[in-house]
C-alpha cells in the first residue's frame, strides 16, 4: 500500500525540501520501499480556503498523512477543536 502525505498549505515548501532529500540516493531506497507518494492540496481537490474540517475528512477518505504546522484552535471548526470532539 502506498503511503500517501498530504503536504498542508502552508508547508509545501518544508515537505518539498524533505521530499527531496529523502528521493536522493542515499535515501531513495527506504523512500521506494516505503511507496511514499506526495500530494498538495490541488491533487486531493482541496485549496487554500478549505476548512479544517474538510482537510481532516479528505484526509480520513483518502488516507493521507497530513504534514502541517499551522491547525490551531482559531475557530470553532479548526482542527484542534474537531479532533477534541471526535476524540484524537
Do not use: Y
Not at 540516493?25 to 480556503?49: G, H, I, P, R
Request: glycine share 2%; charged share 20%.
Amino acid at each position: 500500500m502506498v503511503k500517501r502525505i498530504l503536504a498542508d498549505i502552508h508547508m509545501t515548501g518544508p515537505v518539498a525540501d524533505l521530499v527531496r532529500a529523502m528521493q536522493a540516493v542515499s535515501w531513495v531506497e527506504f523512500w521506494n520501499e516505503l511507496k511514499l507518494a506526495l500530494f498538495a492540496f490541488e491533487d486531493v481537490n482541496l485549496t487554500a480556503t478549505s476548512t479544517d474540517e474538510e482537510i481532516w475528512h479528505k484526509c480520513q477518505e483518502e488516507q493521507l498523512v497530513l504534514i502541517t504546522n499551522n491547525r490551531n484552535l482559531d475557530s470553532p471548526d479548526s482542527l484542534t477543536a474537531l479532533s477534541a470532539v471526535i476524540g484524537l
